[in-house]
């Protein structure tokens, strides 16, 4: 499965930003996909995670992106919206798309950086 994740930039604070990530190469095996994110000097975390099966969809959020940031993903398609909203300063660092239950699935980053 390959993952390749777009849409990142510069934004000033309390802008937003879409980012994307499609999958390929074996797509169908996917039940679940998301986004970490990592900051310069900080570990890796978690931002958000949609899960799919027959029909449904479930959505799970950090604690510190709930209300600004929504995952989404069209039923039928490959690809993974995450919208941020309310961007901050501390929102910047690299967005990387993951997928697959035990998240064995990395793309290779796109950069988000929020101004002051």
């Known amino acids: 499965v390959q993952l390749q994740a777009s849409g990142g930039g510069l934004v000033q604070a309390g802008g937003s930003l879409r980012l994307s990530c499609t999958a390929s190469g074996g797509a169908f095996r996917l039940f679940k996909m998301g986004w970490f994110r990592q900051a310069p000097g900080q570990e890796r975390e978690y931002v958000a995670a949609i899960s799919w099966n027959s029909g449904n969809q479930e959505t799970d959020y950090a604690e510190f992106v709930k209300g600004r940031f929504t995952i989404s993903k069209p039923k039928g398609n490959t690809t993974v919206y995450i919208q941020m909203n309310s961007l901050k300063p501390e929102d910047t660092a690299i967005y990387y798309c993951?997928?697959?239950?035990?998240?064995?699935?990395w793309g290779q980053g796109t950069l988000v950086t929020v101004s002051s």
């Open positions: 993951v997928a697959g239950n035990g998240w064995q699935y």
